[in-house]
């Protein structure tokens, strides 16, 4: 019997590992919930972050609420019973807050979850701009109601993002008849621009862009 030759056994080269970059991250803020006590007699809580938003309820003196919101760029926060999940919106003027509110959550007013009504179905019409210096005077058509629809609040609210004394600021303004006028100056880097709502007792009917004209 003839015996072949047995080969030598073949090396495999191993690959040399690649080194693995790994991304950094983002460090994520870390917010807390504040507590505060209710120092006048009876303070209006709304549904949006500002004094002409629909009311929703009322907060009285001594209560104690959680403050688990700040409007970004404005001054309303967002408040609720310790425990609770029924939230408003208030004035912090009206409370003793305990800790910082810049530790709270900021919330941008586009998220602000507001009540909408099922029974109107097109926004203000007419919405129009004028511009003069620093002030602009905005300007739409009357919303006609359904007889018994009125909620006997303030009917419009314009919310504008202008720029005041150098700051971008959100400056929710209510209004009774069909023109109100806003301060707005150049300096700031972000674009000002603004919504109309109208109101009626069920909620907002969709809102309106204005076309806001630009600061010189």
């Not at 939230?87 to 509110?101: A, Y």
């Not at 905005?138 to 109601?145: A, G, K």
């Not at 006997?152 to 004394?165: N, R, T």
Request: net charge negative.
């Amino acid at each position: 019997m003839t015996l072949s030759p047995t080969s030598p056994p073949t090396e495999t080269a191993s690959a040399t590992p690649s080194p693995t970059v790994t991304a950094s991250q983002t460090p994520v803020p870390t917010y807390v919930t504040l507590r505060g006590k209710v120092i006048v007699d009876q303070a209006v809580c709304h549904y949006g972050p500002g004094a002409p938003y629909l009311y929703k309820y009322a907060v009285i003196r001594d209560s104690n609420l959680e403050i688990i919101a700040r409007v970004a760029r404005g001054t309303y926060i967002q408040v609720q019973a310790i425990g609770g999940d029924n939230p408003c919106w208030v004035n912090p003027q009206w409370m003793e807050i305990q800790g910082d509110l810049n530790s709270v959550r900021p919330m941008n007013a586009e998220d602000v979850q507001l009540p909408w009504t099922p029974y109107y179905s097109q926004p203000p019409t007419g919405v129009s701009a004028q511009r003069q210096g620093n002030e602009v005077t905005v300007s739409w058509n009357p919303v006609t109601l359904k007889a018994g629809d009125d909620s006997e609040q303030v009917p419009y609210v314009i919310e504008a993002w202008v720029c005041q004394d150098g700051n971008f600021v959100f400056t929710p303004l209510g209004a009774w008849q069909t023109q109100a006028t806003i301060v707005d100056e150049p300096g700031c880097q972000e674009p000002s621009h603004a919504r109309l709502l109208a109101s009626e007792k069920h909620g907002y009917l969709p809102g309106a862009e204005i076309p806001w004209p630009l600061a010189e």
